[in-house]
C-alpha cells in the first residue's frame, strides 16, 4: 500500500504543466491559431516547427502561449523524451497604427475582421487621438498588397 501511495503522490506532484505566454503589447482580437500538438523531439532540443502567422494574422502577433499538458508530458514520458508535443496559441493582433507621411497617426483595419477587432481597434484610435491631442485615421483595407 505504501509503494501505490508514494507512486500516486508522485504522479500527483510531477504532472504540474508548463506554460509560458509572450505579450507584444498590442491589441488582442478573437482571432487565435491554435496548435495542440506541435511536435517537439528529443526533451525538446529539437522545437516544433514555427507556426506561420502572417498569412493569417495582418496586423501582427499580440500574444503566444506555449503549455505542456498533462497529456503532452505523459506522451513525452512514454517515449522516453524522444516525442515532446506542446499547445501553442497565437492570438492574433486587432490593429496597429503607423504614422504615415504628414506625421499622422493611423490605424490600419482589415475589411474582413471580426465585430471585437472593430471595437478594439476604434477604442485603440481613440484613446491616442485624446491622449495625443492629434487626429488620427483608421484605413480599411481588403489586404491585398496596393493597399
Not at 515532446?84 to 483595419?109: H, Q, W, Y
Request: glycine residues 8%.
Amino acid at each position: 500500500m505504501r509503494r501505490f501511495l508514494t507512486a500516486l503522490g508522485s504522479a500527483v506532484v510531477l504532472s504540474a504543466c508548463y506554460h509560458a505566454t509572450i505579450e507584444t503589447g498590442l491589441t488582442p482580437s478573437t482571432e487565435t491559431i491554435y496548435k495542440p500538438w506541435a511536435s517537439g523531439w528529443v526533451y525538446g532540443l529539437v522545437p516544433p516547427a514555427t507556426v506561420s502567422t502572417a498569412s493569417q494574422c495582418k496586423s501582427g502577433v499580440a500574444r503566444v502561449e506555449t503549455v505542456h499538458s498533462f497529456l503532452n508530458q505523459l506522451v513525452g514520458f512514454l517515449t522516453l523524451g524522444i516525442y515532446t508535443p506542446m499547445e501553442i496559441k497565437v492570438t492574433c493582433a486587432a490593429g496597429k497604427a503607423a504614422l504615415n507621411s504628414d506625421g499622422d497617426r493611423v490605424f490600419g483595419l482589415r475589411n474582413d475582421a471580426s465585430d471585437g477587432s472593430f471595437q478594439s481597434v476604434f477604442t485603440d484610435a481613440a484613446t491616442a487621438a485624446v491622449s495625443n491631442n492629434e487626429p488620427v485615421y483608421v484605413v480599411f483595407s481588403d489586404g491585398s498588397q496596393a493597399d
